[in-house]
């Protein structure tokens, strides 16, 4: 069978706000070959995605996504390889196109579960997926007060690890800083696993994280999560030499397999975040996984949107029985909680087990589609190259 | 004075052949703060770029690239670094936004240089601005007969350097290559600098790459071009180990600093190439060019399209004596070759000096956007978010 349609759906919150929640929009992506259909999303910037993929092509080298992946053939995992090799030597110099195939490629994937039956993660080679200890990811507290409440929160829950980032964070005062993370390791107890994300915030400046860690480790922070950007390498490893017990954490900027194994090979972090919207699919980050596993880097998804995103970030290293941890979302707005018909949700031991439905287990409600629908249309030359279709 | 507003032109030719030819479309940028107006340019992909600058907003986080420019303050040079880093930190999770920020970053230097009635490389802090020599930039022909004869032409114009690259090379049978290689010697004649450029053909794969060493080292060529993508550090490294007198050359892909400067440090590449309409502009590339002046490492611009990019890919490195090439473009479309009023040329001794007017010193020709303009049209929710604004 080959791919004979790829639709684009944009879908928003009617009101998006200026914090660091990455679910207030989603590009939703619908693949069919033959008599199937695959899901799909890309991580942010849903018009930008969609202009890689119908926008005209500039050279050699300069294609739309769609080049690449419309009328493929479509059978094997081996085919996915195939058009993402495609996409990324015809669209080398289309930056934005590595966000775009991420979504077609996680649609491949679930495409191929659903047409053999089996969840994603056996096509990928395992027999087994192992549940994972999702880790509550929210944003810090406007203040230490209400990230002591949030810790709290989650801890009745039933979570036994949350991540906390964002927010003033790293950007002010280093005391009240600490007082955030004191006060998410008082709300948490003593038994859970704490993890900070400061979202790049010292761009690559070591002396700026230096000062925060002393309360890291007073706080037994497992992980310092991205106090660079992605590609600081020489900032990371230097940081990570003075880290002691709280390690670094990285990667979810990276958008293709070797900006990530470099953050292994010469950043020193000793966890891996990989997202599946971002670095090209579930293809590469399965590759990732595999030389983080050789590495003794622990792999561990980066997500923050729907259950749709999150079953995609899992499949890549659902296998690796010493991988434990899986980012899990608390705070997510309407549209990515009602996105699916069912939602992946964390049992009362505070683990998340992938489902075992073919594909990625979970399927887009037609009904939210509708209700969030951000309709676009673009025209160049005359021509509408790109009008919203119907769900 | 404050940036008021910011216009983007896409410009291309009628027909978009199918060849590694990046002249064949323009994305130009016309800024104007005060009564002053600069001008500046985006590598490949226009649609994709504009699209990054008029996007909705996703979170605080992924806005476009608009958000961090317009109403912004423009007096000095710092001020220009200012609206690079608030870019970087409001658009971290959209990808296309490097490429938008570099033709809004080339605007600004141009516009400041106008204002200024200096040359950009003299607000960059040169004092004078070295002559280069000009290497003519080519793609192979289609058979080593039709190389030969661009070789023999280029060699009669008056060019000391030349490149050959893209096409079939790396594709197919090694000993094609080697014919297309020796043929380019051949044409060339023995004095005249040669390089070759593989486009990124192997990916990473180290052995293809060695089977081409021994005709690059028998014609005496003195790099080879991007063997490898970007971000393949370790392949980079690998081959350079076994290369001889043949250079490694690359970086054109890089979007950011921090990618340019590890090619350096974990790639080991001899030639830091940098196309200053994808980096993020000429500040970044000022920034790479001053590593490498450090590091030991030789810079080159990376540019195949017009005037005005040559220009601005020349400046970051114009006051660096010892970094003495320039990439020039000889087989540029009409649209590359009329877009700016005065084409920059080399001399009669295959040398190409900066002109000394302000800003970039060229100035687009407004007959020829009007004859080369793409309308464009993107509509989000009813709104029209773009629509190509009058030349």
Redesign the interface.
């Known amino acids: 069978m080959r791919i004979e349609s790829v639709d684009f759906f944009?879908l928003?919150m009617p009101e998006?706000?200026?914090?660091?929640?990455?679910s207030?929009?989603v590009l939703l992506v619908r693949l069919r070959a033959g008599d199937w259909t695959g899901w799909g999303e890309c991580?942010?910037?849903?018009?930008?995605s969609?202009?890689?993929w119908?926008?005209?092509?500039?050279?050699?080298?300069?294609k739309p996504v769609s080049a690449s992946v419309l009328g493929q053939q479509l059978e094997t995992p081996e085919d996915i390889r195939r058009i993402n090799?495609l996409v990324?030597?015809n669209s080398?110099?289309?930056?934005?196109a590595?966000?775009t195939l991420s979504g077609v490629d996680i649609a491949m994937w679930d495409l191929l579960g659903r047409r053999n039956e089996c969840p994603v993660y056996k096509l990928l080679g395992y027999s087994k997926s192992y549940p994972k200890l999702a880790y509550a990811s929210q944003l810090f507290g406007d203040d230490s007060q209400e990230t002591f409440q949030k810790a709290q929160r989650v801890r009745s829950l039933g979570y036994r690890a949350a991540k906390f980032g964002?927010g003033s964070f790293g950007k002010g005062d280093a005391e009240i800083d600490s007082e955030q993370v004191r006060a998410a390791r008082e709300g948490l107890g003593r038994e859970a696993d704490l993890l900070i994300d400061a979202?790049?915030v010292w761009?690559?400046d070591v002396v700026q994280a230096l000062t925060r860690l002393p309360v890291l480790e007073d706080c037994r922070v497992r992980w310092l999560e991205e106090p660079f950007?992605?590609?600081?390498?020489?900032a990371y490893r230097q940081l990570a030499a003075q880290c002691g017990r709280v390690k670094l954490a990285g990667g979810e900027?990276c958008?293709?397999f070797?900006?990530a194994i470099?953050m292994i090979?010469?950043g020193a972090v000793g966890y891996m975040q990989i997202d599946t919207g971002?670095i090209g699919g579930i293809t590469p980050a399965k590759a990732v996984a595999d030389y983080s596993e050789n590495q003794g880097v622990t792999f561990v998804n980066h997500t923050f949107t729907t259950s749709l995103a999150l079953s995609a970030s899992i499949q890549p290293y659902a296998g690796l029985r010493r991988h434990v941890l899986c980012e899990y979302p608390v705070e997510s707005t309407a549209l990515a909680r009602r996105l699916t018909t069912q939602m992946l949700e964390p049992d009362g031991n505070g683990e998340l087990s992938l489902p075992e439905d073919p594909g990625l287990g979970v399927t887009p409600d037609l009904e939210t589609i509708r209700e969030f629908l951000?309709?676009?249309?673009?025209?160049?030359?005359?021509r509408p190259l790109y009008q919203t279709p119907s769900p």
Chains 1, 2 share one sequence.
């Open positions: 944009y928003a998006i706000r200026d914090i660091g929640d990455g207030q929009d991580e942010a910037a849903p018009l930008v969609i202009a890689a119908i926008c005209p092509k500039s050279h050699s080298a300069c090799r990324r030597e080398l110099d289309l930056l934005q590595d966000h964002w979202g790049t761009e690559s950007v992605s590609g600081a390498l020489a900027g958008h293709n070797y900006q470099n090979d010469h971002r951000v309709p676009v249309e673009i025209t160049v030359n005359g």
